[in-house]
Each structure stands twice: as structure tokens, then as C-alpha cells.
């Protein structure tokens, strides 16, 4: 709750900024002035880096000697903030197999408020910092930094940090109903049919409010260090710059311009099932979800389709898939931030007992959450005959860098309706589909950057994801 306050405050105040909103209130004590934080890179490289504070570390406890750095630190008042966000879902799932039909409709509504109060900023006075600290050095066998060296994280300082100035208050209100029924044909040993049919109402309400005491951080923003092999260090300042720990063999990171070195990157082209990413770091690979058996494939493909009307719910989903692909056990009752939908999502995933599964649900995930909202919206609409056929015509668009022929448009996308549908996706992502009397083709806008490689993987994993169900 604290975490989706946090995010939607920075969404509103500064969408395109340095600030990192705090997912938790316990880290609001270690995000102090000149306090290190460990930047993190992700799976897939798109992905905005995870801020991990460390326990009490400063850039003090990182350096030789004696002499202790007492950061000057400037206080300003920021704003005054107060917002309400309202959800509301829907929706029905009707799977038939054999003597199995199985009807699921359920509905949730949730308003989250967040009452901040007064905020200020304290900023780290840098120019002073580097001047008290031009002549020391890293002390290279602290612990911290070598195990950071052997996973290639960066470390980074506390810049700023806003703060609540008086207790202030959250509040989340959430109303889920279900509806279940099922109708189960068992065949007896002679023959005999036996049906039984079940109806079941779930009906859950909750309002939960929390006090946010003075003093908490709810957001920050860091500087880099750079780090030699002797010792010696840079802070970052230019935005967008990169640290790290030198090492012997190094592990470079994928920057903003390798992007376009990528294939079905951000050179326009789409993606095919298998792509290489910079330094061949990780494999993608949407496949397996096609293995899914037909009923929970079906269903959570519908699952994610509610779950594209909401931003917030995406964000929490892909930070859990992470968790699991990165090998942590999740419990999914302990987590209440998850709705009734978010839930039976997850667990058609880990039901399957497949890494492949995960891997390829996080990469799907993933993607869709780097999407503009316009493109989530048209998605969460879009029926299955009309993903496969968009799905098939960028892949005829990616195999030819000649205009395709007008004939080689797949038949649902020739009526009118669904072909400006097709349009407004690709012009979503900066993108412009055209076509005249004999000929069709796709032009990419200089600014479209990682969005048309993200859009391709969406609409390839919600095509997978329906095949075969009409």
C-alpha cells in the first residue's frame, strides 16, 4: 500500500525525473544524506534499474582512514500533496471441455488515498563533498564492495530525499466478488453419467488506513560512483552516467545506444520467438506459454487483459514474477496488495512447476509494462482473432524491408474497424502503419525507441497465450 502510494506520487510529480520512489517505510532511516543505495540491473534490459538502500552504510564506512565526512545538506519546502485513485474490473471466463464447462466472472473495485501533508527537500550540498573528499581513496577489501564486485551491481549515494513533515495518512479501500460455478460430467464405471453442479459467491471487503509519522522519506534521488581498482572514485554527476567497481574482466552494461544494436530492437524491426540480448545475457523466449493446457492458458490470458487497465497492478505483478524468476519462494496469501484476479494469475504459473513458464510469463509481463497507456488500453479490448492476425502481420512486416503486398494482409485485419485498431497500436508506440491500392508498410518514428520491440513481444505472448480459442 505504502509502495503504491510512493509510485503514484512520483507518476504525478515527476514521471520523467531522477527520483526513485521507497517501496517500504522500514528503508526510510537508511536513506540519509551521502547513504549508499545498490543500483541493481533487471532480466530484460528495458527495465529501470531496482534501488536496494544498504543497512546504515554511508559513503563514510566506504573509505580509508579516519577522518569523518559530515555532509551540508540544504532544506527547502517542496509541495503539498494529496491524491485518490480509483480501479474498477471486470470480468468472465466461460471454458468448456469435454464434460467440463467452467463459468468465472468476478468484479473489484479499490480507492487508494494518499495524504502526504506538507513535504520538503533535503539536498547534499556535492560541491562541498567533493572537496572534503578529493583525497581519499575506497577501501577496496571492504566487504560490501567485494561481494558488489562479484555480482557487477553499482553503488551509488544519496543526493536528496523528500520527507512528510507532519503524520500523514494513508487509506485503501477494496471491494472483490466472485461468482464460481461448475459442471462436472464424471462417466461411471457402467456407463452411468454423473453430474453435480456447484455454485459458489465470494464476497471480500477491506479499509485499511495508515499513519505515515513525520520525517518519512517517500522519495530520493542518487549520484553513481565510479570505482577504480586502486581505490580512487568518481561521482556521476552528468545525468545518465553509469558507475560501477572496475574489475578484471568487466561486464559491461547495456546502455541506451546499444539498444539499437539489438535485434528487433529499437531499429524498428519485430522480434522472432528467440532474441539474444547485449552480451547474450538472457534469452528471449515466449514459447512455453503456448505449452500451457488450453483452460489456464485461456484464463490467464483474460487475467492479463483486466490486469492492462491497471497500471499499478501490472507493476506489482512484473516485481513478483522477478522475485520468482530469480529463485525466491513466494507465498501468494501473504501478499495483500494482490487482487482476487492478480492471484489466480499466479497461480496458473506456479502450478505449472516450470521455470521456462515463469521465465516467459515475467518476459511477457514485463513487456507490456513498458507500454504507454493508450497501447495497454487498446490491448485490454483487443479479441483473440485480432491479436493473431496482428501478431502475423508484424512478422510479414520484420521478414520483408520492402512494402508488402496489400494481399498479404491477414482477412480479420481487412475489415475496417480492426485495421485502424492496427493503426492506433503502431502509432501508439511512435510508429505509423500505411498502405495504398497495391502496397503496405510501416514506418518508425526516430523517438520510438525500446517501444516497438516491446510492443511485438506483448502482442506475440497474448497471441500464444489464445491460440486455439475461439
Known amino acids: 500500500m505504502f509502495s503504491k502510494a510512493?509510485?503514484?506520487?512520483?507518476?504525478?510529480?515527476?514521471?520523467?525525473?531522477?527520483?526513485?520512489?521507497?517501496?517500504?517505510?522500514?528503508?526510510?532511516?537508511?536513506?540519509?544524506p551521502m547513504a549508499?543505495?545498490?543500483k541493481r540491473k533487471r532480466i530484460w534490459f528495458w527495465k529501470s534499474p531496482k534501488y536496494h538502500p544498504t543497512d546504515g552504510f554511508t559513503l563514510n564506512d566506504l573509505l580509508q582512514g579516519d577522518e569523518v565526512l559530515s555532509p551540508d545538506v540544504s532544506e527547502t519546502e517542496f509541495l503539498t500533496y494529496k491524491g485518490t485513485f480509483r480501479d474498477n474490473l471486470s470480468g468472465k471466463v466461460d471454458s468448456e471441455a469435454g464434460y467440463a464447462s467452467v463459468t468465472l466472472e468476478g468484479r473489484a473495485s479499490s480507492k487508494l488515498?494518499?495524504?502526504?501533508?506538507?513535504?520538503?527537500?533535503?539536498?547534499?550540498?556535492?560541491?562541498?563533498?567533493?572537496?572534503?573528499?578529493?583525497?581519499?581513496?575506497?577501501?577496496?577489501?571492504?566487504?560490501?564492495v567485494q561481494q558488489l564486485e562479484k555480482r557487477a551491481d553499482v553503488l551509488a549515494v544519496v543526493k536528496e530525499r523528500i520527507l512528510t513533515t507532519?503524520?500523514?495518512?494513508?487509506?485503501?479501500?477494496?471491494?472483490?466478488?466472485?461468482?464460481?460455478?461448475?459442471?462436472?460430467?464424471?462417466?461411471?464405471m457402467l456407463g452411468n453419467s454423473v453430474k453435480v453442479k456447484d455454485s459458489n459467491n465470494i464476497e471480500a471487503e477491506s479499509d485499511v488506513s495508515v499513519e505515515i509519522p513525520s520525517g518519512t522519506v517517500i522519495a530520493y534521488s542518487v549520484l553513481e560512483l565510479e570505482i577504480k581498482k586502486d581505490g580512487h572514485y568518481v561521482i556521476c554527476l552528468q545525468p545518465g552516467t553509469i558507475g560501477g567497481i572496475e574489475a578484471d574482466s568487466p561486464e559491461s552494461w547495456p546502455s541506451h545506444d546499444s539498444l539499437d544494436a539489438v535485434d528487433?530492437?529499437?531499429?524498428?524491426?519485430?522480434?522472432?520467438?528467440?532474441?539474444?540480448?547485449?552480451?547474450?545475457?538472457?534469452?528471449?523466449?515466449?514459447?512455453?506459454?503456448?505449452?500451457?493446457?488450453?483452460?489456464?492458458?485461456?484464463?490467464?490470458?483474460?487475467?492479463?487483459?483486466e490486469t492492462l487497465r491497471n497500471r499499478t497492478?501490472?507493476?506489482?505483478?512484473?516485481?513478483?514474477?522477478?522475485?520468482?524468476?530469480?529463485?525466491?519462494?513466494?507465498?501468494?496469501?501473504?501478499?495483500?496488495?494482490?487482487?482476487?484476479?492478480?492471484?489466480?494469475?499466479?497461480?496458473?504459473l506456479l502450478?505449472?512447476?516450470?521455470?521456462?513458464?515463469?521465465?516467459?510469463?515475467?518476459?511477457?509481463?514485463?513487456?507490456?509494462?513498458?507500454?504507454?497507456?493508450?497501447?495497454?488500453?487498446?490491448l485490454s479490448e483487443s479479441c483473440p482473432d485480432f491479436l493473431e492476425a496482428f501478431d502475423a502481420l508484424m512478422?510479414?512486416?520484420?521478414?520483408?524491408?520492402?512494402?508488402?503486398?496489400?494481399?498479404?494482409?491477414?482477412?480479420?485485419?481487412?475489415?475496417?474497424?480492426?485495421?485502424?485498431?492496427?493503426?492506433?497500436?503502431?502509432?501508439?508506440?511512435?510508429?505509423?502503419?500505411?498502405?495504398?491500392?497495391?502496397?503496405?508498410?510501416?514506418?518508425?518514428?526516430?523517438?520510438?525507441?525500446?517501444?516497438?520491440?516491446?510492443?511485438?513481444?506483448?502482442?506475440?505472448?497474448?497471441?500464444?497465450?489464445?491460440?486455439?480459442?475461439?
Not at 495524504?115 to 577489501?141: A, H, P, T, W, Y
Not at 507532519?166 to 464424471?186: A, H, M, P, V
Not at 540480448?277 to 490467464?300: F, I, K, T, Y
Open 166 to 188: 507532519d503524520s500523514c495518512s494513508i487509506t485503501q479501500t477494496k471491494s472483490e466478488q466472485c461468482t464460481f460455478q461448475g459442471i462436472l460430467g464424471l462417466l461411471g
Open 36 to 38: 549508499l543505495v545498490v
Open 351 to 378: 502450478d505449472s512447476q516450470d521455470p521456462a513458464r515463469l521465465n516467459a510469463a515475467h518476459l511477457l509481463v514485463s513487456a507490456m509494462e513498458e507500454l504507454p497507456d493508450q497501447t495497454l488500453s487498446l
Open 113 to 144: 488515498q494518499s495524504c502526504f501533508g506538507n513535504l520538503k527537500k533535503e539536498e547534499l550540498i556535492v560541491k562541498k563533498l567533493l572537496l572534503d573528499s578529493s583525497s581519499r581513496l575506497v577501501d577496496m577489501q571492504n566487504p560490501l
Open 313 to 348: 497492478a501490472l507493476s506489482y505483478m512484473e516485481c513478483l514474477l522477478e522475485e520468482l524468476c530469480s529463485g525466491e519462494t513466494l507465498d501468494i496469501a501473504k501478499h495483500e496488495e494482490l487482487s482476487e484476479s492478480q492471484r489466480r494469475s499466479l497461480s496458473v
Open 6 to 32: 510512493t509510485a503514484n506520487f512520483l507518476r504525478q510529480i515527476d514521471p520523467e525525473g531522477s527520483l526513485i520512489h521507497v517501496s517500504r517505510v522500514n528503508d526510510s532511516k537508511k536513506l540519509v
Open 264 to 305: 528487433g530492437g529499437c531499429n524498428g524491426k519485430m522480434v522472432s520467438d528467440k532474441v539474444a540480448l547485449p552480451n547474450g545475457s538472457q534469452e528471449m523466449d515466449l514459447s512455453p506459454l503456448a505449452e500451457l493446457p488450453q483452460s489456464p492458458r485461456w484464463a490467464l490470458f483474460k487475467r492479463l487483459q
Open 395 to 470: 512478422c510479414r512486416l520484420q521478414k520483408s524491408s520492402d512494402p508488402l503486398s496489400i494481399q498479404c494482409l491477414p482477412v480479420p485485419l481487412q475489415d475496417k474497424q480492426a485495421f485502424q485498431l492496427a493503426e492506433q497500436l503502431f502509432s501508439s508506440t511512435n510508429e505509423t502503419l500505411k498502405r495504398d491500392s497495391h502496397k503496405l508498410w510501416k514506418e518508425t518514428g526516430t523517438e520510438a525507441g525500446v517501444l516497438p520491440l516491446v510492443l511485438s513481444l506483448s502482442i506475440q505472448g497474448l497471441s500464444l497465450l489464445c491460440k486455439g480459442l475461439k
